[in-house]
């Protein structure tokens, strides 16, 4: 399983990875989603906030950058030239694209207003997380919001024991949002809000495969649905964090 800096970044170097990323997992009704959500908590911080200067961390080929809107200025901050190349393309020309390591932000102390990165940070051991929040931090303005994704794994565990191949890469699993606010105190920044997506997975994905293929708009409708029903164990959480 994928798990080191240098494993994850090499996973991704490929130029058929990037330009098949966004078809190859956020086409379905159910990811697309989970993607509405992640772009709705970015744009809510940035409305609230109206920060001057932004940052992505890990945007892949601009899947959420073409999406969000940015209250100032935006930068993205890839490892791979085969996503930047992907991201150029689709997303606005405003936009800042910087190739980098994440583990080393090529940026001043307190130079951005606010973060975000999804499917990322999830992806390493506790003590790269450590490091990947300390560039974080740095580059961080001293109150300044980072938003970013956990897995539950009351809901996700048994997703991937029944299909180990299906998830080449680690993934953090934490067993509450308590545990993830641990962490996050640990490293100093401040949990603010932690919001529950794909709240009734179980039944969303069944929705999708039965509903799917006959009408993609019947599937959007009841997946939509569920996700506004009671209170679910969620199978992902979005994280809202200040920077202290």
Known sequence: MLATEHEIQDSYRDSGVAQRYIENRFVSELMRLLHDRQVGAVNRVMSRVGPRQSLEIAPGPGRLTRDVRPAGELTCLEYNEAMIEQGRTACPAAVRWVQGNAFELPFDAEAFDFAYSFRFVRHFHRDDRRRLYGEVRRVL???????????????????????????????????????????????????????????RFSAQYRAQVLLGPRSRLLARAAIRVLERLGKGSPLEWIVTCCRE
Request: hydrophobic share 35%; glycine share 6%.
């Open 141 to 199: 303005r001293p109150g300044a919001m980072f938003v970013f994704d956990a897995v539950n794994r009351v809901v996700s565990e048994p997703l991937r024991k029944a299909n180990p191949d299906g998830y080449p890469i680690y993934d953090k699993l934490y067993n509450d949002p308590d545990e993830i606010r641990r962490e996050l105190a640990d490293d100093g920044f401040r949990m603010v809000e932690c919001v529950p997506v794909q709240k």
